[in-house]
C-alpha cells in the first residue's frame, strides 16, 4: 500500500486506541485498540478496492509511537473497565437512561473505485495497490473518488479524537458501552441488556488483547507491531501461541544494516574461519586437562579435589566453540531479511490452512433445502413456559440460521422436557453423569486436582438414541429427503456440569449435546496472555454454535489442522482469533464469511466425492461384462465417452451431474443381459472346425438319454 493508507491506519491506530489499566495515568503502559472500530476501516477498504470476493489477508507494520507501551486489539471492555463498570451504578444508570443512539463515530460513506480504473482481480494474483490507488494529489476526474476515500477515512478519524479528547474516562465507558448495545454485534447486545438490567454484572469478562483478527467479511490482518502476546492450553505445548511465533521485525531487518551481496559473503567467510579456527588447540586444551586430572591421583585432599574439579569445568563451559548466546543476533541484513521472509512466509501459509481452506472433520456432510432445529430444553422440574427458561430463545435461532447458506431454509421447533415427569429421561441422564478428579496447572505454575462433574456423550447418546427409537424424540421430518433434522439437547443445570469433562457442547453423529450451569466465572483450562480465561457457563450459545456447525459441515475449532507429514491433526493457536464460534479468544459467535465459504465448500466435496464414488462404480460395472458382448458395447462406446466427458467437465466446476452418466450406464448394461438378447429373431452363430464335432457329441448324448427302452417282461 501507500504510504497514505499507511498513515491512515497509524493515525487508526492512535486515534481508537485507549490504556488497558484506567488507574495508571502513565502513558508506557499496555494500549488496547478498538477492533470494532478497525473493522469499519478494513471493510471501507476492502469495499473500496473492490475485493468483497476475494480473500484478503492484510499485513501491517506501522510505526510505533514511542512515549506509549506495546498495544494489541480488543473487543469490547478490558478488566479495569468491567470494574470500574461494577462498581460505579451511577454510571451503570446513564447508560440505562441514554436510549438507542443509531449513529457511529466513525461513520463513512461507502466508496468504490470507478470501474473504469484497473481492478485489483484482474490477474488473480498478489495485489500492489500504487499509490494514485488509493490517494492522488492532482484533481482529476478519474482520481475524484480516490481523494475521497482517504479524505472520508481522515475526517472520520479526527471526528472521533475530537470527541475522545473531550470525554473522561467514565465518559469513554459510557459511549463503548452504549456502542455495544447499539452495534450489530448481537452477543454483546444480549449479554450487556440482560446484565445492565439486572444489575449483575458477574458474567462479563475481557476478552483476549491480540496482534492479528479474523474480521466479519473476507479479511483477516496481522499486526508485526502489536504485542506480543500468547494465548492457548495452560500447560503449553507445541502449537500454544508464543510471544515468538510473529516475525520480529525489531530483532531480524529493523536491527541491522542493508550491505550487499558481496559483503554478506565475505561476512560469512570470516564468521567461518573465526567459529573453525578454534579446533586448532582444541587437542591441546585437552592433553592439559588430562594431565591437570592425572594430578588429583597424588592430592589425598577430598575439598581439594572437589575445587579443582569445578574449576575443570568451568573452563570447559568457556570453551564455546559457537557462541556464548542463546539468541544469535543478525549482523548481517541479508540474512535478517531471508530470515524474516521466511518467518513471514510460515506465517501466511498457517493463515491459508487455518482461515481459508482449513481441515474439516471426517465424515460426508450433504446439503439438504431445509434444517429443521429440534430444540429440547430439559430441566430438573417443569416451567410453566418457553419464555421463563433462562436462554435467549431468538439469539439461538439467529446464531443457527446464520450457520446456513443463503440457499437454506431454518425451520426450528422448540420442546420442554423436565425430568422430574419423564422417568426414561431422568434415567437417561443419570447413567450418563459422571464425576471424576481433573488435574489442572494454573498459569502461575500451582498444581490443582478440581472435582469435576460431566456428562459422557457416548452413554448420552446411546440413552437419547433408546428414547428415539420408541418416538418419544422424533421429529415430524425424521424421514424426509430434502429436510435435515438436527436434534439440539440442552440440559439446563444448577450445578457447574460440562461435556466429556472439558466442554460445554459436543457435536455427534446424530445429534447435538449442550450444558448450561449457573457459574458465570468458570476457571478454565486455556489462558491468555498469562491469565485463565473465564468461561461464563450461563450462556453457551458460542459452543453451542460450533458445535452445531461441526455437525452440519464438519467445521472444527481454528486451531485444529491436518498434518500431512504425521497423517493426524495438529494444534496451532495462531488463528485462534476473531468473534467467531471457532475461536477462544473473543467471546463472539458471529460466522465469519470465511468460515460460511467452508461450509459451503464441504457441502460441495461431499458431492463431488460421491459421484466419483458413483462414476466409478458404474466403470467398474462395465469392466465385470463379459468380452463377448464388446460389439453390443460398441454401439453404446460413444454416447458413454461423450457423457463421460460431460460429467468430466463439470467436475471441474463442482457442479453435480453424475447421474446422466450412471443412468445411462445402466441402460448399456441392461441391454448386455443375455435376456434381452435373446429376444432378437435372428441369432448370429459363428462357425469354425470345432461346431459340427460338438454338435455330434451333444446329438449323441441326448440320444442315449431320450431312446425309447424295451419293455419288461411281467412274471406272475
Excluded at 474439516?360 to 419464555?387: M, W
Aim: net charge negative; aromatic share 8%.
Amino acid at each position: 500500500m501507500s504510504e497514505k493508507v499507511n498513515s491512515i491506519f497509524e493515525h487508526a491506530i492512535g486515534v481508537l486506541s485507549r490504556k488497558d489499566d484506567v488507574n495508571h495515568t502513565r502513558d508506557d503502559r499496555l494500549w488496547q485498540v478498538d477492533v470494532d472500530m478497525m473493522d469499519v476501516l478494513f471493510t471501507s477498504l476492502v469495499e473500496y478496492l473492490d475485493l468483497e470476493n476475494a480473500y484478503n489477508i492484510f499485513i501491517l507494520n506501522p510505526k510505533r509511537d514511542a512515549r506509549r507501551g506495546k498495544y494489541g486489539y480488543r473487543r469490547g471492555l478490558s478488566e479495569s473497565e468491567i470494574n470500574l463498570l461494577k462498581e460505579d451504578k451511577s454510571l451503570q444508570d446513564k447508560i440505562l437512561r441514554s436510549g438507542s443512539i443509531t449513529e457511529n463515530p466513525l461513520a463513512m460513506d461507502k466508496i468504490k473505485r470507478p470501474l473504469y480504473e484497473k481492478h485489483p482481480m484482474a490477474k488473480f494474483s498478489w495485489t500492489i495497490t500504487e499509490e494514485t490507488d488509493t490517494v492522488s494529489s492532482q484533481i482529476e476526474p478519474s482520481k475524484i473518488k480516490n481523494i475521497e476515500w482517504y479524505n472520508s477515512c481522515l475526517n472520520a478519524l479526527n471526528n472521533v479524537e475530537r470527541i475522545y479528547q473531550e470525554k473522561d474516562v467514565a465518559d469513554i465507558i459510557q459511549s463503548k458501552v452504549i456502542q455495544l448495545l447499539n452495534g450489530k454485534n448481537e452477543d454483546m447486545k444480549l449479554q450487556l441488556a440482560k446484565d445492565l438490567k439486572s444489575g449483575d454484572l458477574s458474567g462479563l469478562h475481557p476478552e483476549c488483547l491480540t496482534d492479528t483478527w479474523i474480521g466479519k467479511d473476507r479479511w483477516a490482518f496481522i499486526d508485526l507491531s502489536a504485542g506480543p502476546f500468547s494465548w492457548g492450553p495452560a500447560v503449553g505445548g507445541e502449537g500454544v501461541r508464543t510471544e515468538l511465533s510473529l516475525p520480529n521485525v525489531e530483532k531480524t531487518i529493523g536491527a541491522v544494516a542493508e550491505i550487499s551481496e558481496e559483503e554478506a559473503e565475505d561476512h560469512l567467510q570470516d564468521a567461518i574461519q573465526e567459529k573453525f579456527a578454534a579446533f586448532g588447540d582444541l587437542d591441546e586444551r585437552m592433553r592439559d586437562l588430562k594431565t591437570e586430572l592425572q594430578s588429583f591421583e597424588s592430592d589425598e585432599s577430598v575439598e581439594s579435589h572437589k575445587q579443582k574439579a569445578i574449576d575443570a569445568l568451568k573452563r570447559m563451559e568457556s570453551w564455546n566453540l559457537f557462541s556464548d548466546n542463546t539468541y544469535e543476533e543478525f549482523h548481517n541484513y541479508t540474512v535478517a531479511r531471508d530470515t524474516f521472509l521466511a518467518h513471514m512466509g510460515a506465517t501466511l501459509w498457517g493463515s491459508m490452512r487455518h482461515i481459508i481452506s482449513p481441515s474439516i472433520a471426517d465424515g460426508a456432510f450433504h446439503h439438504y433445502d431445509k434444517i429443521s432445529f429440534q430444540l429440547f430444553f430439559i430441566t430438573q422440574e417443569k416451567v410453566r413456559h418457553i419464555k421463563y427458561l433462562p436462554v435467549d430463545i431468538n439469539a439461538i435461532m439467529d446464531g443457527l440460521s446464520s450457520l446456513l447458506l443463503p440457499s437454506q431454509k431454518p425451520m426450528f421447533s422448540q420442546h420442554m422436557l423436565p425430568l422430574s415427569e419423564d422417568p426414561a429421561l431422568a434415567m437417561a441422564f443419570s447413567v450418563a453423569r459422571r464425576a471424576a478428579a481433573v488435574p489442572m496447572l494454573l498459569v502461575n505454575g500451582t498444581f490443582r486436582r478440581n472435582v469435576r462433574s460431566y456428562l459422557d456423550s457416548s452413554i448420552l447418546q446411546h440413552q437419547l438414541q433408546r428414547l428415539g427409537d420408541h418416538g418419544s424424540l422424533k421429529g415430524s421430518h425424521a424421514h424426509s429427503r430434502s429436510t435435515l433434522e438436527v436434534p439440539v439437547f440442552w440440559f439446563i443445570h444448577g450445578e457447574p456440569l460440562l461435556v466429556d469433562k472439558h466442554y460445554q457442547a459436543k457435536a455427534l453423529s446424530d445429534m447435538v449435546i449442550v450444558v448450561q450451569s449457573e457459574s458465570s466465572s468458570w476457571e478454565s483450562h486455556l489462558q491468555c496472555n498469562g491469565q485463565s480465561l473465564l468461561w461464563n457457563l450461563r450462556r453457551p450459545i458460542k459452543a453451542a454454535l460450533a458445535a452445531v456447525s461441526e455437525h452440519l459441515a464438519g467445521l472444527l475449532p481454528l486451531h485444529f489442522v491436518y498434518s500431512q507429514a504425521h497423517e493426524s491433526a495438529i494444534e496451532d493457536w495462531a488463528w485462534s482469533v476473531g468473534c467467531n464460534p471457532l475461536s477462544v479468544t473473543s467471546q463472539g459467535w458471529h460466522i465469519s464469511q470465511f468460515q460460511s465459504d467452508t461450509i459451503a465448500r464441504s457441502y460441495m466435496l461431499t458431492t463431488l466425492e460421491e459421484s466419483i464414488q458413483n462414476v466409478n462404480s458404474a466403470i467398474h460395472r462395465l469392466l465385470m461384462e463379459p468380452e463377448q458382448s464388446f460389439k453390443v458395447f460398441q454401439a453404446h462406446e460413444r454416447q458413454l465417452v461423450d457423457k463421460y466427458n460431460y460429467v468430466v467437465s463439470r467436475w471441474k466446476r463442482l457442479l453435480e451431474s453424475y447421474a446422466m452418466f450412471v443412468d445411462y450406464v445402466n441402460v448399456t448394461v441392461s441391454s448386455l443381459h443375455q435376456i434381452h438378447c435373446t429376444k432378437q429373431r435372428k441369432v448370429k452363430v459363428e462357425l469354425d472346425l470345432t461346431t459340427i464335432p460338438a454338435f455330434s457329441v451333444v446329438l449323441f448324448v441326448l440320444w442315449l438319454v431320450l431312446k425309447p427302452r424295451r419293455p419288461k417282461a411281467k412274471i406272475n
